[in-house]
């Protein structure tokens, strides 16, 4: 039986890819760099700042003496856009306080920055429906490696196939998967509500009832 829901941030419960990626290739353009749409969907969505700098100086020779000026004005940037753009979504907002009400654990697992973590979720009003939350400065290797997951569902008290996470890209789909947790793949934050969530957590709980008495 599912017993918590962890959500990605980035995609699931906040729509902030593009200020992500404007933020980084407003960092990137003073010094001449820019990664391009093709280049972040295909390869680099999903991925912390300092994996994408790190691609950046393998094929594209990006000094990496760079790599820390360009981070913290990626991340200034990002806390501009926060600022601007990040507000409470009903949807959001009344999905977490329903799974809260029936009892679910709710976690969030990020590869962003621990205070990009915090003030998007305090930004959003979903800061008081979570249990706790976890950033890329939390584990060692962040998703697709599966540390992130492990110590979620360690810190969770639970099974993984007790867990929920919901995902939109392939590196925290990857990352979840390989932690042994039920995933729920969604197209966009408009997917995320409670009906939705509700319906696949009756679907995967039957599927386990299913196989018990099989």
Request: net charge neutral; with cysteine.
């Amino acid at each position: 039986m599912i017993k918590a829901v962890i959500f990605d941030m980035d995609g699931v419960l906040i729509d902030a890819k593009e200020w992500h990626y404007e933020a980084l290739n407003k960092a990137l353009r003073l010094f001449g760099y820019e990664i391009t749409r093709h280049e972040h969907l295909v390869s680099y969505d999903g991925l912390p700042t300092k994996e994408k700098l790190k691609m950046l100086s393998l094929e594209r020779d990006l000094p990496a003496k760079l790599h820390d000026f360009i981070n913290e004005m990626k991340q200034r940037y990002t806390v501009e856009a926060i600022f601007n753009h990040c507000r409470p979504y009903f949807t959001h907002q009344y999905a977490l306080a329903r799974l809260k009400q029936q009892k679910y654990k709710i976690a969030v697992c990020s590869n962003s920055i621990r205070d990009t973590v915090q003030l998007m979720m305090e930004k959003s009003d979903l800061l008081k429906y979570i249990d706790f939350y976890l950033s890329n400065q939390d584990i060692k290797k962040p998703k697709p490696d599966p540390e992130m997951y492990e110590k979620a569902v360690i810190k969770l008290s639970l099974k993984p196939e007790e867990c929920l996470v919901l995902e939109d890209n392939k590196n925290g789909i990857i990352a979840a998967e390989t932690a042994g947790c039920n995933v729920y793949v969604v197209d966009s934050v408009e997917e995320v509500n409670f009906t939705n969530i509700e319906k696949k957590i009756k679907e995967i709980d039957a599927q386990k009832r299913g196989k018990k008495h099989a």
